[in-house]
């Protein structure tokens, strides 16, 4: 069965973080040596030891240098290393993907072209370790799929061979353009220009932690001491749960406003812009206010990806001054449509499954709403119509009706 691998990137990511989690996973260090060995990189050697963050037991990976390195690498140069490499032919793929996936990064922020960018710390041995490292540790221990959690953007400075630059890095930034990320208390460097090319580039999806068997758990600590969390990166390793077995979840936001200022018809006229702005879901709560005033509470749920033009909408379309945002989980029905015939034509029913059994189905408004303007009829007889259909079949589709 093809196993699954979530990196909760609770305090940030980096090279040495995501190696050292893959071996605290179980990836034995004489096997992770027996494979870069294979790669013809000489002037370093691999050590692996155990350290406590917080009362949590992690692996440490350094790489040492024995030797004087290159100042600098162009991508080329990893490219051919790679090339010239005894290593499996889809960790060399996987590598090589990676070192490009840097390269466009730093190229986009240097204003410069792939092949002329400077690899600067990501060219120095350890880093071409850590990456190759990973992609090989991912390979042994049989991962088909690997996801993650948001990254945690730190906050200051970074002193690199470019100078002075502000966190996150600009190559981290250009790295997770289309990336869910959040905030985090903790300051400094939390995710490098490593650690967001490897999730970047290898993670399917970023969100919660996926329906899983758990059947391991490694934590990797990084070079930082940190402030306010402990500098650790956790990793899980399972195999996927059916998705007739498991409810589906996630995380969005969850915005709303008070107000007591506005006429009912900008108020509907909000949840329309709403709507259109990218909420999933948006209601009008009744309440009574400061002196007694009645006015109601907008509330809206968005994902990361609207969650500004959402915002922008509550603004541009009430009277509010101000709006209260967190972070709410969602569990889900898996779902899918099933079409039933009706005397009036078709009509597609929602049909929300757990556990392998089908624990609701519903007419499809817009269907019932289309056949029903269409040939003049009200519509709940067009949804009631529907309902019985899906009632004859129910028992033949594995589940309930209701």
Not at 43 to 55: D, I, K, M, N, P
Not at 129 to 137: N, P, Q, Y
Not at 188 to 209: D, N
Request: hydrophobic fraction near 45%.
């Amino acid at each position: 069965m093809s196993r699954i691998v979530y990196f909760d990137c609770a305090s940030g990511a980096s090279g040495d973080m995501l190696l050292g989690a893959v071996v605290d996973l179980g990836l034995p260090i004489d096997r992770l040596r027996e494979e870069l060995a294979k790669l013809p990189l000489p002037g370093y050697r691999l050590e692996a030891r155990g350290v406590t963050r917080s009362g949590l037991l992690a692996t440490k990976v350094d790489v040492v240098a024995e030797g004087p390195s290159p100042a600098h690498r162009h991508l080329r140069h990893i490219l051919e290393l790679l090339e010239a490499s005894d290593l499996e032919a889809e960790v060399k793929g996987r590598s090589a993907a990676l070192f490009r996936r840097l390269a466009e990064a730093e190229a986009a922020v240097h204003g410069t072209t792939v092949e002329n960018v400077h690899f600067h710390e990501v060219g120095a041995v350890d880093s071409i370790v850590d990456i190759v490292g990973v992609a090989a540790g991912l390979a042994i221990l049989g991962v088909e799929r690997l996801e993650a959690s948001p990254l945690p953007m730190g906050s200051g400075y970074v002193e690199t061979a470019h100078g002075r630059l502000p966190v996150p890095a600009p190559a981290v930034v250009e790295l997770a353009r289309g990336v869910p990320t959040r905030e985090c208390p903790e300051p400094g460097e939390l995710v490098t220009p490593t650690g967001a090319a490897i999730l970047v580039t290898l993670a399917a999806r970023f969100g919660p932690m996926p329906p899983m068997v758990v059947e391991a758990v490694g934590y990797g600590a990084g070079a930082r001491q940190g402030e306010r969390v402990p500098n650790l990166l956790r990793v899980v390793i399972g195999r996927p749960v059916a998705a007739a077995d498991a409810a589906e979840a996630d995380e969005v936001w969850q915005l709303e406003a008070n107000i007591d200022d506005a006429s009912g018809e900008t108020l509907g006229a909000a949840a329309q812009a709403l709507f259109a702005a990218g909420a999933l879901d948006v209601w009008l709560t009744p309440v009574t206010m400061k002196k007694g005033r009645p006015g109601v509470v907008l509330g809206c749920l968005a994902d990361d990806a609207a969650l500004e033009a959402v915002e922008a909408a509550v603004f541009r379309g009430t009277t509010t001054f101000g709006l209260r945002r967190w972070r709410v989980r969602r569990t889900k029905l898996a779902r899918e449509h099933r079409e039933v015939p009706t005397p009036f034509g078709p009509v597609r029913i929602k049909v929300g499954w757990r556990g392998g059994r089908i624990v609701t189905a519903m007419p499809e408004y817009e269907d019932c709403l289309r056949l029903a303007e269409a040939r003049g009829l009200a519509f709940r007889e067009v949804w009631e119509a529907a309902r019985s259909a899906w009632a004859s079949r129910a028992p033949r589709e594995g589940g309930a009706g209701e």
